[in-house]
C-alpha cells in the first residue's frame, strides 16, 4: 500500500524551460511534505518543503504548490539548468513518537537537457 | 558543521554474517532516524531515536536488527544473520528538535552474497 505515489519514473525537459514534477499521497495524516533531490552515491538532499496548511511555498527557482483536497503536490523548476538533473523524492511527514516518520515515493529521474 | 556522516560506505558480506554500521549525526541534533533503500524505490523508515532513547521501530525492523544510540550522540545499526534480502542501501538522518526537514548522510551500501 504505497501512501506516497510518484506516476512519472522519468521526465526530460530542455534547458531554460520549465520542469513539473508531481507527487500525490493518501494518508490524511499527513501533515508536512518535503522534496529531496539525490545524485548517484549521495544521500538523498533536502530541497523544499511546505506545510499542509499551506498551499505555495517559493524558493528561489523551486516552488511547491499543494492541493490538500486532491492530495497532490507538484514542484516547479523554473528555469531548468543542467545541473539540476538528478532524482526527485516527494515525502511527507507524519508524527512518530514525538518525532516525524518520513513517507516517501519512488522518485522521479529528471534530465535537463541543453 | 560537518554533515551527517556515515561508516563504512559500502559491506559487502556473506549470508549468515552479521555486520554493524555507524552513524554520526550533526552535533546537537536529537534526533536520529535510519532508512532503507532499496533498488527502484524510495527509502522506508526503519527506526528513530530522541537522544538515546528508540521512540519508533517500524515493523520492517526484523529481530535480526538491533539499532542503538548509547549516549544520544552516534548510533550503530546491527544486522544480525545477514540475508540477501537485506542487500539495500541503509541511510541515516538527523534533525533538530521540532524540524520536519532531515538531513541524511551518504549512506552505508550492504551487498548480501
Known amino acids: 500500500d504505497q501512501q506516497v505515489k510518484q506516476n512519472s519514473p522519468s521526465l526530460s525537459v530542455q534547458e531554460g524551460r520549465i520542469s513539473i514534477l508531481n507527487c500525490d499521497y493518501t494518508n490524511s495524516m499527513f501533515d508536512y511534505f518535503l522534496w529531496y533531490k539525490k545524485y548517484p552515491a549521495e544521500g538523498p538532499t533536502f530541497l523544499i518543503s511546505?506545510?499542509?496548511?499551506?498551499d505555495k511555498n517559493e524558493d528561489g527557482r523551486f516552488t511547491v504548490f499543494l492541493n490538500k483536497s486532491a492530495k497532490h503536490l507538484s514542484l516547479h523548476i523554473v528555469p531548468s539548468q543542467p545541473g539540476d538533473s538528478a532524482v526527485y523524492f516527494c515525502?511527507?511527514?507524519?508524527?512518530?513518537?514525538?518525532?516525524?516518520?518520513?513517507?516517501f515515493g519512488t522518485g522521479t529521474q529528471l534530465k535537463v537537457e541543453l | 558543521d560537518t554533515g551527517v556522516s556515515q561508516n563504512p560506505r559500502h559491506k559487502i558480506t556473506k549470508r549468515g554474517q552479521n555486520v554493524t554500521f555507524r552513524c554520526d549525526p550533526i552535533s546537537e541534533h536529537n534526533r536520529l532516524y535510519w532508512y532503507r533503500q532499496t533498488l527502484g524505490q524510495g527509502p522506508e523508515f526503519l527506526t528513530y531515536?530522541?537522544?538515546?532513547?528508540?521512540?519508533?521501530k517500524s515493523r520492517l525492523l526484523s529481530d535480526r536488527f538491533s539499532a542503538e544510540r548509547p549516549k544520544g550522540s552516534f548510533s550503530t545499526l546491527e544486522i544480525q544473520r545477514t540475508e540477501q534480502g537485506d542487500s539495500a542501501m541503509y541511510l541515516c538522518a538527523s534533525s533538530p528538535d521540532s524540524f520536519y526537514e532531515q538531513y541524511f548522510g551518504p549512506g552505508t551500501r550492504l551487498t548480501v552474497t
Open positions: 515525502a511527507a511527514s507524519e508524527e512518530t513518537g514525538g518525532g516525524n516518520k518520513l513517507t
Open positions: 511546505i506545510s499542509s496548511i499551506k
Open positions: 531515536f530522541q537522544n538515546e532513547a528508540q521512540l519508533e
